[in-house]
């Protein structure tokens, strides 16, 4: 079992930029896959970013040059660095982690067993 504990959405203006936290409970080197995932009000839910221990960070086409997502191992935690960010980015972010050997699809929902409460993001034109 993994608790996940997101924090630092707010508001911004477009362009702004906002960091996202998630502490995890535990945290396995080699086993532990965590990433960040949205949902729109009205739309499906949607991965953001990846961290896969053996490979570099994944990102949705949508987070790509704006986007930075990062862990502390020791800390357990997993970060976000939202830049130039665009109305179309409000959503709740949500963390989600897995514990296995191997993760077919980083950004596919589906692949996670545990997910946090959400942080609402909001940005304004």
């Known amino acids: 079992q993994v608790q996940l504990v997101e924090s630092g959405g707010g508001s911004v203006q477009a362009g702004g930029s906002l960091n996202l936290s998630c502490v995890a409970s535990?945290?396995?080197?080699?086993?532990?896959?965590m990433a960040w995932f949205r949902q729109a009000p009205g739309k499906e839910r949607e991965g953001v970013a990846a961290i896969v221990s053996s490979v570099a960070p994944i990102y949705a086409d949508s987070a790509k040059g704006r986007f930075t997502i990062s862990r502390d191992i020791a800390k357990k935690t997993l970060f976000l660095q939202m830049a130039n960010l665009k109305p179309e980015d409000t959503a709740v972010y949500y963390c989600?982690?897995?514990?296995?050997?191997?993760?077919?699809?980083?950004?596919?929902?589906?692949?996670?067993?545990?997910w946090g409460q959400g942080t609402q993001v909001t940005v304004s034109s």
């Open positions: 535990t945290y396995t080197p080699g086993r532990t896959y």
């Open positions: 989600a982690a897995e514990n296995k050997w191997a993760i077919t699809k980083p950004l596919s929902g589906g692949e996670y067993s545990y």
